[in-house]
C-alpha cells in the first residue's frame, strides 16, 4: 500500500534514461529508460558501499529476520532518501521502555533518526517473510528497540491449571526482549491466546439458545426468538436480556437460574474451566445483573466481562506486557500498554480499552472475542 503522497508522486513523476557499462568500456554504453522510484532505489544502493551493506544486513539478521526479511526491509528502505540515517538507527536501537513512553511511535522514531514520515509508517506496517510470519508492527519493534527478537511458539504439553500461568518454557511472546516477552497489539487486534482454552461462537449460541428455550418452557412463556436474536451489543443486550423479567415474575426460574444461563455460554468460549473458577465467573456475572429483573446492569456487565477476558489472557498466554500500537488513521503509531501484573491484579489503567462488546452469532469466529482500542482512537469496522 503506498501513501497519498507517493500515489501523487507517481502520477507526475520523472523518467530517466540511464546509461552503464563496464569501467574503461569503449563505445556504446546500454541504455535503459526508469522512473522515479527505479531511480532513486539503483541511486540509492549504488551510493551504499559493500562493507556497510554486508553491515546492515548483519545488523537486521541479528534481530531474527531471515534473508528474505533483510531483501524486502531494504527494497523499501531505498525507496526513500538518506538510507544511510536508517542504517546508522540500526546501531543505536533505542530501549523498549523509551519506546513504551514516547506516545507515537512513528513521529518519536522518524525525529529521533531524521527519517523520513512515510518511511517509519511503511516500517510500522511491514510483515516479515519469517515463520511463523513476523506482524505488523512486530518488525518495527525489532528494528528499532534494543534485543528485540522474534518470540518462538512451541506445542503446550499441559493443560493450564487455576492459579497458574502458562509456563513461560512453553511458549513466548510476539516479542522477547531478554527474559521480557511482549504481545504485539495493531488495530483491530482480539484478545485471545493461540493456545488452547477457547472454545466456537456456533458452540456457545447453540447452548445459550438450547438453556433459554428450557427455561422459557418451565416459566410457561412461548415467545418466538432465533439464535441470531441472542446477539449482546452495547446498545441492545439481545432477547435474553429481554426476557429476562418475564422469567423471574413466573416465580418459576430463580435469579440463579439466569445467571448459569449466561454462565453456559461464557464457558463454550472461555473453556479452561479452572481459570474461570479462579477468575470468579460466576460471582462476576452476578454482580452484572439486576438482581429484580435478571437484566444485565448497563455498562457494569462490559466492565466486568472485558477485565475477564483480560485476566484470562493473561493465565492462559505467557507474557509481560500487552503492548498495543495503533496502525490506522491519524492515530498511526499511537503507542500504550498493559503489564500482567496491572491486568492480574485488576488495576487496569485506561490505557487499553475494548471497541465495542464482542459478536455473538454463529458465525463470529474471532470476532467473538473482545477487540481492544487505543482510548480517542475511531472505532474499527467488525
Request: aromatic share 10%; hydrophobic share 40%.
Amino acid at each position: 500500500m503506498i501513501s497519498f503522497k507517493q500515489y501523487l508522486n507517481k502520477l507526475v513523476a520523472e523518467r530517466y534514461v540511464v546509461l552503464w557499462g563496464r569501467e574503461g568500456q569503449k563505445g556504446d554504453y546500454e541504455e535503459a529508460l526508469v522512473d522515479d522510484d527505479q531511480f532513486i532505489k539503483a541511486l540509492n544502493y549504488l551510493k551504499t558501499d559493500k562493507t556497510s551493506l554486508e553491515d546492515v544486513k548483519k545488523l537486521i539478521i541479528q534481530s531474527g529476520f531471515n534473508e528474505a526479511s533483510v531483501k524486502s526491509i531494504l527494497h523499501i528502505v531505498y525507496s526513500f532518501n538518506n538510507p544511510t540515517n536508517f542504517f546508522e538507527a540500526l546501531k543505536r536501537k533505542m530501549p523498549m521502555s523509551e519506546l513504551l513512553n514516547c506516545g507515537n511511535v512513528t513521529t518519536y522514531v522518524a525525529e529521533k533518526y531524521n527519517l523520513d514520515i512515510e518511511l517509519v509508517r511503511e516500517l510500522l506496517l511491514y510483515q516479515a517473510p519469517t515463520v511463523p510470519v513476523t506482524g505488523k508492527t512486530e518488525a518495527f519493534i525489532m528494528l528499532f528497540v534494543e534485543g528485540a527478537t522474534k518470540g518462538t511458539r512451541k506445542k503446550e504439553k499441559k493443560p493450564v491449571n487455576a492459579g497458574e500461568l502458562a509456563p513461560k518454557a512453553e511458549i513466548g511472546g510476539d516479542i522477547v526482549i531478554g527474559s521480557e516477552k511482549y504481545e504485539i497489539k495493531g488495530t483491530g487486534a482480539r484478545i485471545k491466546a493461540n493456545k488452547p482454552g477457547y472454545g466456537s461462537s456456533e458452540r456457545a449460541v447453540d447452548v445459550f439458545e438450547k438453556n433459554l428455550r428450557q427455561l422459557m418452557s418451565r416459566a410457561g412463556i412461548n415467545e418466538p426468538f432465533t439464535a441470531a436474536d441472542l446477539s449482546i451489543t452495547s446498545k441492545n443486550y439481545g432477547f435474553a436480556d429481554k426476557i429476562a423479567p418475564s422469567l423471574l415474575q413466573s416465580k418459576k426460574v430463580q435469579f440463579k437460574q439466569i445467571v448459569q444461563l449466561h454462565y453456559s455460554w461464557i464457558t463454550e468460549l472461555y473453556t479452561n474451566d479452572s481459570v474461570s473458577s479462579s477468575l470468579n465467573l460466576t460471582e462476576w456475572i452476578t454482580q452484572s445483573l439486576d438482581k429484580n429483573t435478571g437484566q444485565f446492569i448497563r455498562g457494569v456487565f462490559e466492565k466486568n466481562y472485558f477485565n475477564f477476558a483480560l485476566k484470562y489472557y493473561a493465565m492462559i498466554d505467557s507474557f509481560n506486557a500487552i503492548v498495543l500500537i495503533s496502525t490506522k488513521g491519524g492515530s498511526m503509531g499511537k503507542i500504550a500498554s498493559l503489564t500482567r501484573d496491572q491486568i492480574t491484579s485488576g488495576d487496569i489503567p485506561n490505557t487499553i480499552t475494548y471497541d465495542g462488546l464482542p459478536s455473538l452469532t454463529r458465525k463470529a469466529g474471532m470476532a467473538a472475542f473482545f477487540q481492544i482500542k487505543l482510548p480517542g482512537t475511531a472505532p474499527t469496522a467488525q
